[in-house]
């Protein structure tokens, strides 16, 4: 497990795609799990080890995560999220390269529940929830582009959705219309930096996570780490 961030109060760890955060329906060992016990082993922690999960990746995702160690820190963490000013950027690997370098993406998405996806309008429909990002091409290549997004709202499956929307599907992600699987079973969307005020010490935390093992993204962000 990296641990890129640890004090008192908060934890930042980078998730590997395949996990999840926190446990659900498939009974599989979520990271929630393993940071506790890397937290119980550190510190030789009798009994149960408190951990708040405060925001959530898709299992295929990569990048950062934050946990909140103590009551204190989860409770406003999560406020903090709620009203935005906790700042995610991230990088996805697009298919091809979208029309404008840089623009705000606003639709209206529907969540299929059943089917787990999401589906994007360009106008107000019943049940819809207004989705908005903003993304700018920060390098390409012959076949896939790398963006910097960063999300005003947090819709269910967002950037997958609206970047499919507009032609350019993250690669590997067969769901939004990706050409092909990746090899690993991720997709290229990496949670990259988080931002924000600490909710104890009121310091800026500013972290960066390192880039997934991977050939392709070496060479799109080649020089912009």
């Not at 920060?138 to 005003?152: A, C, M, Q, R």
């Not at 507009?166 to 690669?171: A, N, Q, Y």
């Amino acid at each position: 497990m990296k641990v890129l961030y640890e004090d008192n109060h908060i934890i930042i760890v980078y998730k590997e795609s395949g996990e999840i955060v926190q446990g659900d329906k498939t009974g599989d060992r979520p990271l929630s799990e393993t940071v506790k016990e890397w937290i119980k082993a550190k510190y030789n922690k009798p009994g149960n080890v408190f951990l708040g999960v405060v925001h959530r990746l898709d299992r295929p995702v990569s990048g950062l995560v934050a946990f909140g160690k103590t009551s204190k820190a989860t409770s406003r963490l999560n406020k903090m999220f709620r009203e935005g000013s906790v700042h995610k950027t991230y990088w996805a690997i697009v298919q091809g390269c979208p029309k404008n370098p840089e623009a705000e993406l606003t639709h209206w998405i529907v969540r299929n529940e059943r089917i787990n996806k999401s589906f994007a309008y360009d106008h107000e429909v019943e049940g819809a929830k207004k989705a908005v990002l903003d993304y700018k091409v920060i390098s390409h290549g012959d076949k896939y582009s790398l963006l910097e997004v960063n999300l005003k709202t947090g819709r269910h499956h967002q950037i997958r959705c609206q970047l499919s929307t507009i032609g350019c599907p993250i690669r590997g992600d067969l769901k939004y219309g990706a050409r092909r699987s990746n090899s690993d079973g991720s997709i290229s969307l990496l949670s990259h930096k988080i931002e924000f005020e600490h909710p104890v010490s009121h310091k800026l935390i500013s972290i960066v996570s390192p880039l997934p093992d991977d050939r392709l993204w070496r060479a799109l962000a080649e020089g912009l780490e």
